[in-house]
């Protein structure tokens, strides 16, 4: 048997993949986030995110824009989230929306000081390229079927405490 990492959700290679389909996208972006926060593959911040995806674009695998009342009326940032999205269109890059920065900024905890540092937040695969993440694999099957729908940043709700 191959053996995970501690990413996996410790799921036996019988478990049928519409029993992975059914778990809600917001609790594997939990799940993702976590597990990428413990193996220290989370980006967080707007222009930390612009720097890795102009100095390294391969190393991202996942990222999560999070849109709050500020994103609203801050025009820059409404600019940066696009040229954000289209770099991971152009890259092929799972992008997601959250609406609740807050709930973000809980979930990867210290690594978002301010919260307004939790605007982008990316998650980049490992070094060695050896992995699994079952929740993150969800995440961009999740995407896949998005784009299939002309959904091309879906709209995740993060589940609550």
Same mark, same amino acid.
């Not at 926060?37 to 593959?41: I, K, V, Y």
């Not at 609406?99 to 990867?108: F, G, N, P, Y």
């Given at each position: 048997?191959?053996?995970?990492?501690?990413?996996?959700?410790?799921l036996?290679?019988h478990?049928?993949a519409?029993?992975l389909?059914m778990?809600s996208?917001?609790?594997?972006?939990? !799940?993702?986030?976590?597990c990428a926060?413990?193996?220290?593959?989370l980006?967080?911040?707007?222009?930390?995110?612009?720097?890795?995806?102009?100095?390294?674009?391969?190393?991202?695998?996942? *990222?999560?824009l999070?849109m709050?009342? !500020?994103?609203? *009326?801050?025009?820059?940032?409404?600019?940066h989230?696009?040229?954000?999205?289209?770099? *991971?269109?152009?890259?092929?890059?799972?992008i997601?929306?959250?609406?609740?920065?807050?709930?973000?900024?809980?979930?990867?905890?210290d690594?978002?000081e301010?919260?307004?540092?939790?605007?982008?937040?990316l998650?980049?695969?490992?070094?060695?390229?050896?992995? !699994?993440?079952?929740?993150?694999?969800?995440?961009?099957?999740? *995407?896949?079927?998005?784009r299939?729908?002309?959904?091309?940043?879906?709209?995740?709700?993060l589940p609550?405490?």
């Open positions: 048997t191959k053996e995970h990492k501690h990413c996996s959700l410790g036996s290679d478990t049928s519409t029993t389909t778990q996208p917001g609790k594997s972006l939990k !799940e993702a986030l976590l926060q413990s193996e220290d593959r980006t967080v911040g707007v222009y930390e995110s612009a720097k890795i995806m102009t100095d390294d674009p391969d190393s991202v695998s996942f *990222c999560v999070a709050d009342e !500020e994103f609203e *009326c801050d025009i820059a940032l409404q600019i989230f696009t040229l954000i999205q289209s770099f *991971c269109f152009d890259n092929d890059i799972s997601v929306r959250v609406s609740d920065m807050q709930r973000l900024a809980e979930i990867v905890g690594k978002a301010q919260l307004e540092d939790a605007h982008c937040i998650i980049t695969n490992p070094a060695d390229g050896s992995w !699994e993440d079952p929740a993150l694999e969800k995440l961009h099957l999740f *995407c896949e079927e998005s299939r729908l002309n959904d091309w940043v879906p709209e995740i709700s609550e405490r």
